[in-house]
């Protein structure tokens, strides 16, 4: 009596519910945390940009612009921001901070106007080594940006290790980016182990 | 004491089901009138106990009874009454006792008003009610309680989400799962039909107004979720094709095909096992958002706190009400015996494209919702799936749909004259092209997609409107002729052009906004002028207003309209200090052919404030449409045929459409 075309509808959904299954036991408690967004970018090399430092900076500010070469040499953290991005305001003081600890920071400004950016380090202090300018946002899309502000491990080769979307929070220092930085600093053979604590904390 | 009554009629709700949900089945099959005789009361007594503890989860909330832990986490003192009592069902037990209330609802209609059922059909359809208000009821017992207490009680709660007090949103959900469930019946009386074996033209009668009632309910549902959307996200758009708006849109879709292809089982005794398997995805479309929105493998504004056992539980369900019966129409959907060929070109002909291109557009839509979360189950990564998937996937599939519509409408059933409804069609022909000139007149930049978008707009409110005046014979015979016909036409007939007319008023709406959406976005400093779309807005200045649980940061725009002050208007960023979040209220001054809509964004420091203003143009069309397209569902069904006794199995009257 069965015909084959009045199986499919429950084989289609078979293989839907085992689908369902597999995800929800992969969701489940210790188990992968499906609000991070893995990186496309994560433990390739990071891409190339030369960016123009912010024009017209007082004296007071000398920061050079951001190149892909000066990411290598040493373990550094890439910061996406603007100053018209409220949360990149809230994260500053970290940022001050980790500077600080001796931690290289290179900034990059996303569609900003340079005297409001100007006025954003002048108020809140300057944690950037170099600053490169990306008005046109080419170079956001090509580190594969997310939203603002957005944080980088890039190792001393000039790989990125890990990706941080949104703002660091205080208590994400010790927990999260100081271990990242050590883990980077380590040599390349382990950063697939790094890699994958980035792409999804599985 | 009163939240412990709850919970125990929730348990005695539940033994209940357990009765209803077995001994009619029994007694249907052993043809024991006495066991098939339980359905009746167990359902009205389900009712009962389950509004019992709705009423006392509401006090609880009302009364801001802290020692309830769910009111603590999702309540709080200085919220708005409104706010207090929509709280009930803005939280994952809450909503999930709303959707037992309106299921035990539906039961008690049947039992209520379905006595002109056949007994065995009767019997089985509430006993399929019982079983799927088993599966819910134990879900709420024994994962969800919403009646857990708290001790020490706090003094105050933690606040619901400041983006759900929000009117719109407060009855977002009620109507929404008015629609999801009311797809039980349909599914309920098509799980009845594959145990008996047997779908008639007075099946499909039956069926048709529960499935009315669900599906003007969801669309209401959607209509009030995608205006909220627009209001309160302030990004000026209404659509997002988010996976939890798509999960709502797919039942609506599946719903809608199961409309027309439930005319064609009532009128050509045919096309039975495609209603029945509708009847099911319908159902099961509603569960799976339930369970998509509830497992906590979507994450968006509907996600509730999610449990990961809540999502095995909804999982299992999924399967046995879903898959079982699947596995029942595999068995059984061979015997039903279709009422063999008909041409192509006919009223059936036309509904059978309906549903195809229905179909389609669901499994394109269910494809791009499902693909991402099963390719990141088996481990392809991420991937996300957005609106140019569906603009490129869906409104193609839409285009013929809309231009058959007035041509199926207008088709004689059995054999259709295409070219003689064609002919009568020319009217709306003309209007359509009018349309289109006009657009393109008006539009400088000439947008040919939008404009020729615009003529389908017109195209389906003109074939309706034609549809109504061929039926009335307006022009043709005298006008007191004419109101005569118009009177003695069926309401289903006037409910049929008003939806479809709905259909046309909602395409342009969408089309206009899409289109010709104006945006500036700038810094204003008090004093500044915005010039868009032949306004002026004028910002006055910001300042702080309170609320009574949150404080507000107030501007105060003018707008003007050639020097003439048309209104003033306040955007607001709220701050909730219980909840800890914020929300922005744009605000919209409407008028019947466009929105002017302005956000107020943050402060630069120095005076200064970013903003955002829109000229949506016809965009209150969109819900204009909706509202509509639920209107006609309404009048089509106050339609006397769907009370008057069926042809074949009852006599007496058939009131089961009033239950709406």
């Not at chain 1, 429950?10 to 929800?24: D, E, I, K």
């Not at chain 1, 500010?61 to 951001?66: Q, S």
């Not at chain 2, 029942?328 to 015997?335: D, E, G, N, S, V």
């Not at chain 2, 008909?342 to 839509?365: D, H, I, K, M, W």
Request: hydrophobic fraction near 50%; glycine fraction near 10%; aromatic fraction near 10%.
């Amino acid at each position: 009596m069965l015909r084959p075309l009045t199986l499919i509808p429950v084989a289609v959904f078979a293989v839907l519910a085992v689908v369902f299954a597999v995800y929800l036991w992969q969701v489940g408690p210790g188990g992968k945390d499906i609000s991070k967004i893995p990186s496309a970018m994560i433990n390739k090399p990071a891409p190339q940009f030369d960016l123009k430092p912010i024009a017209n900076l007082p004296a007071r500010l000398k920061i050079p612009g951001l190149k892909t070469a000066d990411l290598k040499g040493g373990v550094s953290l890439v910061n996406v921001w603007a100053s018209w991005c409220p949360p990149c305001r809230i994260e500053h003081p970290v940022l001050m901070n980790l500077a600080q600890q001796g931690v290289t920071i290179y900034g990059i400004n996303y569609k900003d106007k340079p005297e409001d950016a100007t006025r954003f380090l002048d108020q809140l202090g300057n944690p950037f080594k170099k600053v490169g300018v990306d008005n046109t946002g080419r170079t956001a899309i090509d580190w594969g940006v997310y939203g603002y502000p957005e944080t980088f491990v890039v190792d001393a080769s000039g790989h990125i290790r890990y990706r941080h979307v949104g703002q660091i929070y205080p208590h994400q220092l010790e927990s999260l980016i100081l271990p990242l930085l050590k883990q980077a600093a380590q040599p390349v053979t382990d950063s697939s182990k790094a890699g994958s604590a980035g792409a999804g904390g599985s | 004491m009163i939240a412990e009554i709850g919970h125990y009629a929730v348990v005695l709700a539940f033994m209940l089901s357990i009765a209803q949900g077995i001994l009619p089945l029994i007694g249907a099959h052993r043809n024991d009138t006495a066991l098939m005789g339980v359905a009746a009361p167990a359902a009205c007594g389900q009712f009962m106990f389950v509004l019992i503890a709705f009423c006392a989860l509401t006090y609880a909330y009302v009364v801001s009874d802290f020692s309830v832990a769910l009111v603590a986490q999702t309540s709080h003192t200085l919220k708005p009454m409104l706010y207090k009592v929509s709280g009930v069902w803005g939280n994952h037990e809450g909503s999930m006792l709303l959707w037992i209330l309106i299921l035990a609802l539906f039961g008690l209609m049947v039992a209520r008003f379905g006595r002109n059922l056949p007994a065995g059909l009767r019997a089985r359809v509430l006993g399929i009610q019982g079983l799927i208000g088993i599966g819910f009821l134990a879900f709420l017992l024994f994962t969800s309680n919403p009646f857990l207490r708290l001790d020490p009680a706090p003094f105050e709660g933690q606040g619901l989400n400041p983006l759900l007090q929000d009117p719109g949103l407060a009855f977002h959900p009620p109507f929404l799962y008015l629609g999801y469930v009311g797809f039980s019946m349909a599914f309920s009386f098509a799980v009845a039909a594959l145990i008996e074996g047997r779908v008639d033209p007075a099946w499909a009668r039956w069926v048709r107004p529960w499935t009315l009632v669900a599906w003007t309910a969801l669309t209401i549902g959607i209509a009030l979720g995608s205006w909220w959307a627009y209001y309160e996200l302030g990004w000026g758009g209404w659509w997002f094709w988010d996976p939890v708006e798509n999960a709502s849109f797919l039942p609506w879709l599946v719903g809608t095909a199961l409309l027309h292809s439930a005319l064609v089982v009532e009128r050509r005794d045919t096309l039975k096992s495609w209603t029945i398997l509708l009847a099911i995805i319908a159902f099961g479309m509603s569960l799976l958002g339930t369970f998509l929105v509830r497992s906590g493998l979507l994450t968006s504004v509907h996600t509730f706190a999610t449990d990961p056992e809540r999502g095995v539980f909804i999982l299992g369900l999924l399967i046995v009400v879903i898959g079982g019966s699947l596995v029942l129409y595999a068995i059984r959907a061979p015997m039903l015996k279709g009422g063999g060929l008909f041409a192509p070109v006919s009223r059936e002909g036309a509904l059978v494209l309906n549903n195809l291109l229905l179909a389609t557009a669901t499994a394109v839509v269910f494809l791009g919702t499902l693909y991402p979360l099963a390719l990141d189950a088996i481990g392809g990564g991420k991937v996300s799936v957005g609106a140019p998937f569906f603009n490129a996937t869906f409104v193609p599939l839409m285009v013929p749909l809309l231009i058959a519509c007035p041509v199926g409408a207008m088709m004689a059933w059995k054999r259709g004259d295409l070219p003689g409804v064609v002919g009568r069609l020319k009217v709306a022909v003309g209007l359509a092209l009018l349309v289109v000139l006009a657009t393109v007149m008006i539009d400088g930049n000439t947008d040919i997609v939008a404009a020729l978008a615009m003529g389908v707009a017109a195209w389906l409110v003109g074939g309706a409107a034609v549809d109504l005046a061929e039926r009335t014979g307006l022009f043709r015979i005298s006008l007191s002729d004419t109101l005569r016909r118009a009177a003695n036409l069926p309401r289903s007939a006037w409910g049929t052009a008003i939806a479809h007319s709905a259909l046309g008023i909602m395409v342009a709406g969408i089309t206009a906004s899409s289109s010709w959406q104006t945006e500036r976005i700038q810094i204003v400093r008090p004093g500044d002028t915005v010039e868009l779309a032949g306004y002026e807005v004028t910002f006055k200045g910001a300042g702080n207003v309170p609320g009574p649980n949150y404080t507000a940061l107030r501007g105060t725009f003018e707008l003007t309209a050639n020097g003439r002050r048309v209104t003033m208007l306040y955007p607001e960023k709220r701050d909730y200090p219980a909840e800890k979040s914020s929300t922005t209220e744009a605000a919209i001054h409407t008028t019947p052919i466009a929105d002017v809509y302005v956000v107020l964004g943050d402060s630069d420091g120095k005076g200064g404030w970013a903003t955002r203003i829109y000229h949506n143009p016809l965009v209150p069309w969109i819900w204009a449409g909706a509202i509509f397209m639920a209107i006609g569902g309404m009048v089509s069904l106050s339609d006397r045929r769907l009370r008057v006794g069926a042809p074949k199995r009852a006599a007496r009257k058939t009131p089961v459409a009033e239950a709406a």
